[in-house]
DNA sequence: GTTCCTGCAAAAGCTTTGCAGAAGA
DNA sequence: TCTTCTGCAAAGCTTTTGCAGGAAC
């Protein structure tokens, strides 16, 4: 899937608009996230930005994260084990993960013409696409 | 969704076929999942069979979800907040969950139809379909 | 100057593990 | 009899909370 990195100057906009306060930490979170779309967990937001950000703490990582989410510039993925990860990207699209190397795969997929049947009177809200198995460089390296 | 329930028996032979040794607090779970297909937590299936086995405990009711889930007469959903929810339904079927009550819905989804782009070489195990919103019934409340 | 954020320590909540006694086959 | 399960206590993890000092506006 494609996408493009925002400049820093655009993450502040992004921030701005959406009436969260500049902070280094947020700014900080914000660029991992969009530097690295790899579906990252708080740990991997946490050792990623440790070497830069030394003081940085995970209470911060979380806190940063759950504002983020509120304001709707970040996605928060709960596909198995007990370990939230976050996604930049808000567009609908689906998830793949790999069982073997743990990889979190983004897919296209046309939600919308979905047939369901069963939520007559139902409010949605969101809607996820969760698929798990082995991912096409796991099932070469076999 | 329409369902039936099982016998006892036919629960015994279940585990029976699934090479899985009988014993009372599992023969219980698994009653209990057949009975309530409310898509419980562990916390549910403990309040729900505490009167009747007192002396039941946390860590049998994991230990037999996990040997249910791996026989595969179990699925495990992992749908928001840090806490699973165990589904004896095992036909493909989509999941609701409800912001306001928290209850979990079935829904009919053909997911054999979706058309999909970006997984080509993936090997793909399980396709899980997650939407959440209000469902009708806290809709009325309203 | 006021409000809100950061980060430490502690707590909370879900799940797993180690192990001795008990139950299933 | 031999294997496997149960249930207690403890530990392991992720995430949240309380709060004092500090940064943003």
Chains 1, 2 share one sequence.
């Not at 996820?128 to 099932?139: F, N, P, T």
């Amino acid at each position: 899937m494609n996408y493009m990195r925002t400049s820093m100057e655009n993450l502040t906009t992004k921030l701005k608009n959406s009436n969260i306060r500049l902070s280094h930490q947020r700014l900080k979170v914000l660029e991992y996230l969009d530097n690295n779309r790899i579906h990252p967990t708080v740990d991997q937001i946490y050792n990623g930005l440790h070497d830069e950000i030394p003081t940085l703490s995970k209470t911060t990582i979380y806190n940063t994260l759950n504002t983020l989410i509120e304001a709707g510039l970040v996605k928060i993925i709960t596909i198995e084990d007990n370990e939230a990860r976050y996604d930049i990207n808000t567009d609908l699209h689906g998830h793949f993960k790999c069982k073997a190397c743990g990889n979190i795969y983004d897919f296209e997929i046309d939600m919308d013409s979905f047939k369901i049947k069963g939520l007559d009177g139902f409010k949605v809200f969101t809607r996820d696409v969760y698929y798990s198995g082995i991912c096409s460089k796991c099932v070469e390296d076999d």
